[in-house]
Protein backbone atom coordinates (compact mmCIF):
# COMPACT_ATOMS: atom_id res chain seq x y z
CA UNK A 1 0.00 0.00 0.00
CA UNK A 2 1.70 3.30 -1.14
CA UNK A 3 1.60 6.58 1.43
CA UNK A 4 -1.01 8.41 -0.01
CA UNK A 5 -3.54 5.20 -0.37
CA UNK A 6 -2.36 4.90 3.81
CA UNK A 7 -2.97 8.68 4.18
CA UNK A 8 -6.65 7.94 2.71
CA UNK A 9 -7.47 5.30 4.79
CA UNK A 10 -6.68 7.20 7.84
CA UNK A 11 -8.60 10.14 7.39
CA UNK A 12 -11.90 9.16 5.08
CA UNK A 13 -14.24 6.79 5.72
CA UNK A 14 -17.42 5.41 3.69
CA UNK A 15 -20.64 6.87 4.83
CA UNK A 16 -23.81 7.28 3.63
CA UNK A 17 -23.44 9.84 1.60
CA UNK A 18 -19.93 8.50 0.02
CA UNK A 19 -16.49 9.23 0.94
CA UNK A 20 -16.11 12.01 3.81
CA UNK A 21 -13.59 12.90 6.77
CA UNK A 22 -13.54 9.83 9.57
CA UNK A 23 -14.24 13.03 12.01
CA UNK A 24 -17.52 14.32 10.33
CA UNK A 25 -20.32 12.49 11.36
CA UNK A 26 -23.33 11.36 9.63
CA UNK A 27 -27.04 12.33 11.42
CA UNK A 28 -30.28 13.17 9.73
CA UNK A 29 -32.47 16.49 9.73
CA UNK A 30 -34.72 14.85 12.21
CA UNK A 31 -31.86 15.01 14.90
CA UNK A 32 -30.63 18.15 14.08
CA UNK A 33 -33.56 21.07 14.88
CA UNK A 34 -37.29 20.55 14.98
CA UNK A 35 -39.37 21.81 12.08
CA UNK A 36 -43.03 23.17 12.58
CA UNK A 37 -45.66 23.17 10.09
CA UNK A 38 -47.34 26.02 8.99
CA UNK A 39 -51.73 26.98 9.72
CA UNK A 40 -53.73 25.78 7.45
CA UNK A 41 -54.89 29.32 6.80
CA UNK A 42 -58.31 29.14 4.85
CA UNK A 43 -59.15 31.59 2.19
CA UNK A 44 -62.17 32.97 4.17
CA UNK A 45 -59.66 34.15 6.90
CA UNK A 46 -57.44 36.56 4.34
CA UNK A 47 -57.69 39.95 5.49
CA UNK A 48 -56.54 43.06 3.78
CA UNK A 49 -54.79 44.20 6.92
CA UNK A 50 -53.23 42.72 10.02
CA UNK A 51 -49.74 40.58 9.97
CA UNK A 52 -49.16 38.91 6.58
CA UNK A 53 -49.31 35.61 6.13
CA UNK A 54 -46.08 33.84 4.65
CA UNK A 55 -47.19 30.93 1.89
CA UNK A 56 -44.66 29.65 -1.02
CA UNK A 57 -45.62 32.21 -3.60
CA UNK A 58 -44.05 34.83 -1.06
CA UNK A 59 -40.63 33.13 -0.24
CA UNK A 60 -40.13 31.96 -4.16
CA UNK A 61 -41.17 35.55 -5.95
CA UNK A 62 -43.82 33.90 -8.15
CA UNK A 63 -46.40 36.35 -6.74
CA UNK A 64 -46.14 39.84 -4.91
CA UNK A 65 -49.77 39.62 -3.38
CA UNK A 66 -50.13 39.39 0.11
CA UNK A 67 -52.63 38.04 2.66
CA UNK A 68 -53.43 39.08 6.27
CA UNK A 69 -54.76 37.82 9.01
CA UNK A 70 -55.85 39.93 11.94
CA UNK A 71 -57.03 37.11 14.56
CA UNK A 72 -55.20 34.85 16.93
CA UNK A 73 -53.52 31.61 16.52
CA UNK A 74 -50.71 29.53 18.45
CA UNK A 75 -47.51 31.85 18.88
CA UNK A 76 -45.22 28.97 17.48
CA UNK A 77 -47.04 29.98 13.74
CA UNK A 78 -45.14 33.53 14.41
CA UNK A 79 -42.55 33.66 11.60
CA UNK A 80 -39.78 36.87 12.40
CA UNK A 81 -36.43 38.35 10.60
CA UNK A 82 -33.91 35.54 10.40
CA UNK A 83 -36.06 32.58 10.78
CA UNK A 84 -35.63 29.35 8.77
CA UNK A 85 -38.18 28.44 6.33
CA UNK A 86 -38.26 25.14 3.98
CA UNK A 87 -40.94 25.00 1.66
CA UNK A 88 -42.01 21.39 1.27
CA UNK A 89 -45.30 20.83 -1.43
CA UNK A 90 -45.10 21.79 -4.46
CA UNK A 91 -42.24 23.69 -4.61
CA UNK A 92 -39.13 22.38 -2.27
CA UNK A 93 -36.89 25.24 -1.62
CA UNK A 94 -35.09 26.36 1.88
CA UNK A 95 -35.40 30.49 2.53
CA UNK A 96 -34.38 33.35 5.10
CA UNK A 97 -36.62 35.19 6.25
CA UNK A 98 -35.87 38.59 5.92
CA UNK A 99 -39.00 40.68 6.21
CA UNK A 100 -41.69 42.07 8.98
CA UNK A 101 -43.40 39.40 11.70
CA UNK A 102 -45.51 36.99 10.02
CA UNK A 103 -47.77 34.23 10.36
CA UNK A 104 -46.49 30.84 8.46
CA UNK A 105 -48.98 28.95 6.14
CA UNK A 106 -49.16 25.35 5.76
CA UNK A 107 -46.88 23.70 3.51
CA UNK A 108 -43.90 25.09 5.10
CA UNK A 109 -41.60 24.19 8.16
CA UNK A 110 -40.11 26.77 10.39
CA UNK A 111 -37.20 25.27 11.68
CA UNK A 112 -36.27 25.79 15.47
CA UNK A 113 -34.44 24.36 18.81
CA UNK A 114 -31.30 23.47 17.02
CA UNK A 115 -29.28 20.98 18.34
CA UNK A 116 -26.07 22.46 20.02
CA UNK A 117 -23.91 20.43 17.32
CA UNK A 118 -25.12 22.14 14.49
CA UNK A 119 -24.20 25.95 13.71
CA UNK A 120 -27.65 27.57 12.21
CA UNK A 121 -25.77 29.23 8.90
CA UNK A 122 -24.30 25.51 7.76
CA UNK A 123 -28.00 24.43 8.55
CA UNK A 124 -29.20 26.77 5.83
CA UNK A 125 -26.40 26.02 3.16
CA UNK A 126 -26.04 21.93 3.80
CA UNK A 127 -29.84 21.51 3.57
CA UNK A 128 -29.86 23.37 -0.14
CA UNK A 129 -27.38 20.60 -0.73
CA UNK A 130 -29.97 18.19 -0.30
CA UNK A 131 -32.74 20.03 -2.38
CA UNK A 132 -32.34 17.96 -5.25
CA UNK A 133 -32.28 14.96 -3.41
CA UNK A 134 -35.32 15.59 -1.50
CA UNK A 135 -37.28 15.86 -4.96
CA UNK A 136 -36.65 12.52 -6.09
CA UNK A 137 -38.52 11.64 -2.69
CA UNK A 138 -41.43 13.65 -3.39
CA UNK A 139 -45.07 12.18 -3.61
CA UNK A 140 -48.11 12.99 -5.73
CA UNK A 141 -49.65 13.54 -9.52
CA UNK A 142 -50.00 16.57 -9.69
CA UNK A 143 -48.87 18.67 -6.46
CA UNK A 144 -45.62 16.95 -5.32
CA UNK A 145 -44.93 17.05 -1.77
CA UNK A 146 -42.07 15.02 0.21
CA UNK A 147 -43.37 13.48 3.88
CA UNK A 148 -42.46 15.05 7.26
CA UNK A 149 -41.07 11.48 8.00
CA UNK A 150 -39.01 11.41 4.51
CA UNK A 151 -38.25 14.95 5.34
CA UNK A 152 -37.08 13.64 8.75
CA UNK A 153 -35.14 10.92 7.26
CA UNK A 154 -32.60 13.10 5.12
CA UNK A 155 -28.93 12.15 5.60
CA UNK A 156 -26.59 15.42 6.29
CA UNK A 157 -22.37 15.60 7.10
CA UNK A 158 -21.69 16.93 10.32
CA UNK A 159 -18.08 18.15 10.53
CA UNK A 160 -17.18 19.97 13.91
CA UNK A 161 -18.86 22.89 15.08
CA UNK A 162 -15.78 25.14 14.20
CA UNK A 163 -15.24 23.64 10.72
CA UNK A 164 -19.29 24.61 10.15
CA UNK A 165 -18.54 27.77 10.93
CA UNK A 166 -15.71 28.24 8.62
CA UNK A 167 -17.93 26.27 5.74
CA UNK A 168 -20.76 28.55 6.60
CA UNK A 169 -18.54 31.95 6.40
CA UNK A 170 -16.99 31.07 3.05
CA UNK A 171 -20.39 30.49 1.55
CA UNK A 172 -21.83 33.49 2.94
CA UNK A 173 -18.82 35.76 1.60
CA UNK A 174 -19.56 34.59 -2.04
CA UNK A 175 -23.42 34.74 -1.41
CA UNK A 176 -23.29 38.42 0.02
CA UNK A 177 -20.60 39.44 -3.14
CA UNK A 178 -23.33 38.17 -5.14
CA UNK A 179 -26.07 40.42 -3.35
CA UNK A 180 -23.96 43.35 -3.61
CA UNK A 181 -23.14 42.65 -7.63
CA UNK A 182 -27.30 42.21 -7.70
CA UNK A 183 -28.17 45.25 -6.25
CA UNK A 184 -25.18 47.03 -8.29
CA UNK A 185 -26.85 45.66 -11.15
CA UNK A 186 -29.85 47.09 -10.20
CA UNK A 187 -28.28 50.82 -9.47
CA UNK A 188 -27.14 50.55 -13.16
CA UNK A 189 -30.97 49.63 -14.57
CA UNK A 190 -32.03 52.36 -12.58
CA UNK A 191 -29.22 54.72 -13.68
CA UNK A 192 -30.44 54.03 -17.63
CA UNK A 193 -33.91 54.60 -16.94
CA UNK A 194 -33.40 58.12 -15.79
CA UNK A 195 -30.53 58.69 -18.35
CA UNK A 196 -32.74 57.77 -21.43
CA UNK A 197 -35.32 60.19 -19.76
CA UNK A 198 -32.71 62.64 -19.33
CA UNK A 199 -31.86 61.91 -22.95
CA UNK A 200 -34.90 61.90 -24.65
CA UNK A 201 -35.59 65.34 -23.26
CA UNK A 202 -32.74 67.29 -23.17
CA UNK A 203 -30.45 65.72 -25.11
CA UNK A 204 -26.89 64.55 -24.92
CA UNK A 205 -25.99 67.78 -22.62
CA UNK A 206 -25.12 67.63 -19.12
CA UNK A 207 -27.25 68.51 -15.78
CA UNK A 208 -25.11 71.80 -15.93
CA UNK A 209 -26.42 72.89 -19.36
CA UNK A 210 -30.06 71.74 -19.19
CA UNK A 211 -30.88 75.69 -18.83
CA UNK A 212 -29.33 76.17 -21.95
CA UNK A 213 -31.62 73.81 -23.87
CA UNK A 214 -34.64 75.27 -25.73
CA UNK A 215 -37.84 73.08 -24.97
CA UNK A 216 -41.06 72.67 -26.89
CA UNK A 217 -44.29 71.09 -25.93
CA UNK A 218 -44.88 67.78 -28.34
CA UNK A 219 -47.36 65.58 -29.06
CA UNK A 220 -44.66 62.78 -26.99
CA UNK A 221 -43.74 65.45 -24.33
CA UNK A 222 -41.28 67.86 -24.17
CA UNK A 223 -38.29 67.99 -26.49
CA UNK A 224 -35.22 70.16 -27.91
CA UNK A 225 -37.04 72.67 -30.06
CA UNK A 226 -34.28 71.76 -32.82
CA UNK A 227 -35.57 68.42 -32.68
CA UNK A 228 -38.20 67.03 -34.98
CA UNK A 229 -41.07 64.11 -34.68
CA UNK A 230 -41.23 61.28 -37.44
CA UNK A 231 -43.34 58.11 -38.08
CA UNK A 232 -41.28 55.32 -37.87
CA UNK A 233 -42.83 54.12 -41.01
CA UNK A 234 -41.24 57.05 -43.09
CA UNK A 235 -37.69 56.47 -41.85
CA UNK A 236 -37.64 52.76 -41.82
CA UNK A 237 -39.06 49.40 -43.41
CA UNK A 238 -41.24 46.93 -41.11
CA UNK A 239 -41.25 43.30 -42.45
CA UNK A 240 -42.80 39.92 -40.98
CA UNK A 241 -40.51 37.02 -39.94
CA UNK A 242 -40.41 33.61 -42.41
CA UNK A 243 -42.93 30.81 -41.99
CA UNK A 244 -41.15 27.12 -41.69
CA UNK A 245 -40.87 24.51 -39.62
CA UNK A 246 -37.78 24.50 -37.33
CA UNK A 247 -35.12 21.66 -37.09
CA UNK A 248 -32.28 20.66 -34.76
CA UNK A 249 -30.33 19.20 -38.43
CA UNK A 250 -28.09 22.02 -39.96
CA UNK A 251 -30.32 21.94 -43.44
CA UNK A 252 -30.01 25.66 -43.28
CA UNK A 253 -29.00 28.67 -41.86
CA UNK A 254 -30.53 29.49 -38.41
CA UNK A 255 -34.06 30.16 -37.71
CA UNK A 256 -34.26 32.77 -35.23
CA UNK A 257 -37.69 32.54 -32.91
CA UNK A 258 -38.72 34.68 -29.69
CA UNK A 259 -38.09 32.41 -27.56
CA UNK A 260 -34.46 31.97 -28.40
CA UNK A 261 -34.18 35.53 -27.29
CA UNK A 262 -34.02 37.04 -24.15
CA UNK A 263 -36.22 40.24 -24.60
CA UNK A 264 -35.28 41.64 -21.49
CA UNK A 265 -31.61 41.68 -21.91
CA UNK A 266 -31.48 41.64 -26.07
CA UNK A 267 -29.40 38.67 -26.24
CA UNK A 268 -29.47 35.95 -29.01
CA UNK A 269 -29.08 32.68 -27.60
CA UNK A 270 -27.32 31.36 -30.99
CA UNK A 271 -25.97 28.18 -29.77
CA UNK A 272 -29.44 26.60 -28.97
CA UNK A 273 -31.77 28.05 -31.88
CA UNK A 274 -32.36 25.83 -34.62
CA UNK A 275 -32.17 25.69 -38.76
CA UNK A 276 -34.47 25.63 -40.85
CA UNK A 277 -35.33 25.17 -45.04
CA UNK A 278 -34.93 28.00 -47.28
CA UNK A 279 -34.39 28.45 -50.72
CA UNK A 280 -31.44 31.50 -51.95
CA UNK A 281 -34.54 33.66 -52.90
CA UNK A 282 -36.13 33.64 -49.60
CA UNK A 283 -33.03 33.46 -47.66
CA UNK A 284 -32.09 37.02 -49.27
CA UNK A 285 -35.28 38.72 -48.44
CA UNK A 286 -35.26 37.44 -44.52
CA UNK A 287 -31.78 36.96 -43.70
CA UNK A 288 -30.31 38.80 -40.47
CA UNK A 289 -27.50 41.39 -40.55
CA UNK A 290 -25.86 44.00 -37.81
CA UNK A 291 -28.05 46.75 -36.53
CA UNK A 292 -31.46 45.07 -37.59
CA UNK A 293 -34.23 45.28 -34.94
CA UNK A 294 -37.05 42.65 -34.10
CA UNK A 295 -39.86 43.27 -32.47
CA UNK A 296 -42.02 40.77 -30.78
CA UNK A 297 -45.13 41.15 -32.53
CA UNK A 298 -47.67 38.98 -30.08
CA UNK A 299 -47.95 37.39 -26.60
CA UNK A 300 -46.42 38.91 -23.23
CA UNK A 301 -43.69 40.15 -24.89
CA UNK A 302 -45.47 42.02 -27.15
CA UNK A 303 -43.31 45.40 -28.50
CA UNK A 304 -40.05 44.31 -27.01
CA UNK A 305 -37.52 44.76 -29.25
CA UNK A 306 -33.79 43.07 -30.28
CA UNK A 307 -30.69 44.72 -32.09
CA UNK A 308 -28.84 41.88 -33.85
CA UNK A 309 -25.29 41.70 -33.88
CA UNK A 310 -22.28 39.11 -34.75
CA UNK A 311 -25.57 37.21 -35.91
CA UNK A 312 -24.24 33.59 -38.07
CA UNK A 313 -26.14 33.19 -41.35
CA UNK A 314 -29.53 33.45 -39.88
CA UNK A 315 -33.45 34.38 -40.57
CA UNK A 316 -35.97 35.56 -38.62
CA UNK A 317 -39.82 33.92 -37.43
CA UNK A 318 -43.03 34.88 -38.06
CA UNK A 319 -43.87 36.06 -35.02
CA UNK A 320 -40.87 38.36 -35.18
CA UNK A 321 -41.00 41.71 -37.31
CA UNK A 322 -37.57 43.42 -38.50
CA UNK A 323 -37.54 47.10 -38.62
CA UNK A 324 -34.36 48.54 -40.84
CA UNK A 325 -33.30 51.66 -40.37
CA UNK A 326 -32.90 54.60 -43.64
CA UNK A 327 -29.27 55.35 -42.09
CA UNK A 328 -29.61 58.70 -43.93
CA UNK A 329 -32.12 59.65 -41.00
CA UNK A 330 -31.46 57.07 -38.04
CA UNK A 331 -28.91 55.41 -36.16
CA UNK A 332 -30.06 51.75 -35.44
CA UNK A 333 -29.04 51.74 -31.65
CA UNK A 334 -31.09 55.42 -30.94
CA UNK A 335 -33.92 53.41 -32.55
CA UNK A 336 -33.40 50.26 -29.92
CA UNK A 337 -32.61 52.48 -27.11
CA UNK A 338 -36.02 54.50 -28.18
CA UNK A 339 -37.94 51.38 -28.05
CA UNK A 340 -37.19 50.85 -24.41
CA UNK A 341 -39.02 54.33 -23.43
CA UNK A 342 -41.85 55.43 -21.83
CA UNK A 343 -42.83 56.95 -25.35
CA UNK A 344 -42.06 54.45 -27.21
CA UNK A 345 -44.15 51.82 -24.52
CA UNK A 346 -47.00 54.29 -24.34
CA UNK A 347 -47.87 54.03 -27.46
CA UNK A 348 -47.61 49.93 -27.54
CA UNK A 349 -50.06 49.94 -25.23
CA UNK A 350 -52.14 52.07 -26.50
CA UNK A 351 -52.77 49.70 -29.75
CA UNK A 352 -52.70 46.78 -27.55
CA UNK A 353 -55.68 48.35 -25.66
CA UNK A 354 -54.01 46.68 -22.18
CA UNK A 355 -55.03 43.04 -24.07
CA UNK A 356 -51.97 40.68 -24.09
CA UNK A 357 -53.04 38.60 -26.71
CA UNK A 358 -54.00 41.61 -29.07
CA UNK A 359 -49.96 42.44 -29.94
CA UNK A 360 -49.21 44.41 -32.51
CA UNK A 361 -48.92 44.93 -36.25
CA UNK A 362 -46.58 46.71 -38.82
CA UNK A 363 -49.31 48.88 -40.00
CA UNK A 364 -49.54 50.01 -35.95
CA UNK A 365 -46.02 50.09 -35.63
CA UNK A 366 -45.11 52.40 -39.11
CA UNK A 367 -47.31 55.09 -37.49
CA UNK A 368 -45.03 55.64 -34.01
CA UNK A 369 -43.43 58.41 -33.19
CA UNK A 370 -40.23 58.87 -32.83
CA UNK A 371 -38.09 62.07 -31.39
CA UNK A 372 -35.40 62.88 -33.99
CA UNK A 373 -32.70 64.63 -33.32
CA UNK A 374 -29.54 64.86 -36.03
CA UNK A 375 -27.89 61.91 -36.76
CA UNK A 376 -24.80 63.04 -34.56
CA UNK A 377 -27.01 63.81 -31.37
CA UNK A 378 -28.47 60.02 -32.25
CA UNK A 379 -24.87 58.59 -31.93
CA UNK A 380 -23.96 60.59 -28.80
CA UNK A 381 -26.87 59.14 -27.15
CA UNK A 382 -26.69 55.76 -28.12
CA UNK A 383 -22.82 55.72 -27.15
CA UNK A 384 -23.92 57.15 -23.52
CA UNK A 385 -26.48 54.69 -23.05
CA UNK A 386 -24.14 51.83 -24.93
CA UNK A 387 -21.61 52.39 -21.74
CA UNK A 388 -24.25 51.95 -18.73
CA UNK A 389 -25.07 48.61 -20.66
CA UNK A 390 -21.67 47.52 -21.09
CA UNK A 391 -21.18 48.15 -17.63
CA UNK A 392 -24.35 46.07 -16.66
CA UNK A 393 -23.51 43.12 -19.13
CA UNK A 394 -19.93 43.38 -17.39
CA UNK A 395 -21.38 42.54 -13.84
CA UNK A 396 -24.00 40.07 -14.90
CA UNK A 397 -21.19 38.40 -15.58
CA UNK A 398 -19.68 38.60 -12.56
CA UNK A 399 -22.53 37.67 -10.75
CA UNK A 400 -22.79 34.55 -13.48
CA UNK A 401 -19.15 33.69 -12.02
CA UNK A 402 -19.77 34.18 -8.68
CA UNK A 403 -23.08 31.90 -8.87
CA UNK A 404 -20.91 28.99 -10.60
CA UNK A 405 -18.21 29.78 -7.74
CA UNK A 406 -20.82 29.84 -5.02
CA UNK A 407 -22.35 26.25 -6.55
CA UNK A 408 -18.98 24.39 -6.96
CA UNK A 409 -17.90 25.48 -3.21
CA UNK A 410 -21.58 24.22 -2.00
CA UNK A 411 -20.74 20.90 -3.29
CA UNK A 412 -17.20 20.73 -2.61
CA UNK A 413 -16.75 21.93 0.94
CA UNK A 414 -20.21 19.94 2.03
CA UNK A 415 -18.59 16.24 0.60
CA UNK A 416 -14.77 17.79 1.81
CA UNK A 417 -12.96 17.79 -1.59
CA UNK A 418 -12.64 21.40 -0.56
CA UNK A 419 -11.44 21.76 3.66
CA UNK A 420 -11.38 25.01 5.17
CA UNK A 421 -10.69 23.63 8.81
CA UNK A 422 -7.89 25.36 8.76
CA UNK A 423 -8.37 28.36 7.69
CA UNK A 424 -8.34 31.76 9.82
CA UNK A 425 -11.05 33.69 10.03
CA UNK A 426 -10.90 37.02 11.45
CA UNK A 427 -13.04 38.23 14.11
Known amino acids: MTTQQTLQT ?85 FEWVRED ?64 KIAYVLSTVQNAQEKTENFINCLKELKKSAMKHLLTYGAVSFEDIDKVEL ?39 FLRITDIDLNKSQVFWGTVPYCKIDNKEYSKYSLSDGDILIARIGATTGKTCIIKNSPESVFASYLIRYKVNEDDLNAKYVYYFTASNIYWKQINSNKDDKLKKGVSSSQLKKFNIPLPSLTEQQNIASILSAIDEKIQAEEQK ?19 IRVNNLEVGA
Open 102 to 165: GWLNQHIFKVENYSPKINKDFFYYVVGTQINFMKGKTHGSTMHHITKLSFLDVNIPLPSLQEQQ
Open 216 to 254: KESEIGMMPKSWKIKELGKIGTFQYGYTETSSEKKIGPK
Open 10 to 94: EEYKQTELGELPKEWDVVKLGDVANYINGYPFKPIQWKKSGIPIIRIQNLTGSSNKENYFDGSIPEKYKVKKGDILISWSASLGI
Open 399 to 417: KEALKETFNSLLKNLMTAK
